[in-house]
Nanobody, 122 residues
Framework: QLQASGGGLVQAGGSLRLSCAAS????????MGWFRQAPGKEREFVAT????????YYRDSVKGRFTISRDNAKNTVYLQMISLKPEDTAVYYC?????????????????WGQGTQVTVSS
C-alpha cells in the first residue's frame, strides 16, 4: 500500500516536498516512481529511483527542479520540487515496481498510491 502526501497550493517559483509512505518490509526491493496527471491530459512519468537510491531518471521538463530520493529505513520516497511552474499543476501519484530495473512507463509499475494534488498559481 502506498500513501502519498504533501501536495498543496503554491505560487509559481515556490517549493513543495511530496512524500509517499509504503507498507511492507521489502521496500528496498522496489523501484519507486512519481507520475502526474493534469486535467484533461494523460498521466505522465515524472521521476524514478532504484531500490538503493543510486539511480534516478527524470522527465526533461523537471530536470534541475525536481529531486527524487528515498529513505529505505522509513519506507518512504520523496519528490522535492522547487521553482514550480503553473504547468506543474497536476495530481501526483507514487508507484512501485518489483525488481531492480528502473522504469518510466505506467505499465511497468505494479502498485499505485491514491495521488496528491499540486496546484501552482501564476
Amino acid at each position: 500500500q502506498l500513501q502519498a502526501s504533501g501536495g498543496g497550493l503554491v505560487q509559481a517559483g515556490g517549493s513543495l516536498r511530496l512524500s509517499c509512505a509504503a507498507s511492507g518490509r521489502t521496500f528496498a526491493n522496489y523501484v519507486m516512481g512519481w507520475f502526474r496527471q493534469a486535467p484533461g491530459k494523460e498521466r505522465e512519468f515524472v521521476a524514478t529511483i532504484s531500490g538503493s537510491g543510486g539511480t534516478t531518471y527524470y522527465r526533461d521538463s523537471v530536470k534541475g527542479r525536481f529531486t527524487i530520493s528515498r529513505d529505505n529505513a522509513k519506507n518512504t520516497v520523496y519528490l522535492q520540487m522547487i521553482s514550480l511552474k503553473p504547468e506543474d499543476t497536476a495530481v501526483y501519484y507514487c508507484a512501485a515496481r518489483r525488481g531492480r530495473v528502473t522504469a518510466t512507463e505506467e505499465r511497468q509499475f505494479d502498485y499505485w498510491g491514491q495521488g496528491t494534488q499540486v496546484t501552482v498559481s501564476s
